[in-house]
């Protein structure tokens, strides 16, 4: 019996202790809640989230994970604005940042009302990728998130195994 706690339980304690570390500090494998983000990103797709970043590093177009206190669940959209910008989305489905327009080739387009949205210090502003049904920061009680609400940095999908890859 000793050896088999020494051989094997003790082995597979540590190694679980190291897993569990490593997944509250530095990754998490995070299952994307809603179609939001299609096509980059599919409604139950599994994540690879990095938790080591500086936030002061994060540009635009970074695809991000954040905890929203209004619908109280981790959420994974497309930074688009940062502190201090002013962000103006046009009845078309335009998006401009301090007054020039967004390139954005990944979006799925849809019209609207405008809206501007003027970005305060140590906050952020994220939308979907999939303009059309995506319930973002358009719709939000509050349309910023702050930067300690930010929990990572999505880097790639690992399942399915067919659509392992970067994300873009």
Known sequence: MKYFIKEWVIP??????IVLLL?????????VPTGSMIDTIMEGDRLFVNKIFNIEDVKRGDILVFKSHELKINLVKRLIGLPGETVDIKSNGDVYINGAKLDEPYVIK???????????????FFLGDNRPISKDARYWVNPYINKKDIKGEAVFTVYPFNRIGKLE
């Open 12 to 17: 597979f304690l540590i190694a679980l202790v």
């Open 23 to 31: 997944n509250i500090f530095v990754f998490q494998i995070m299952t």
């Open 110 to 124: 849809s019209t609207g009302i405008e809206q501007t949205f003027n970005i305060p210090e140590d906050s952020y």
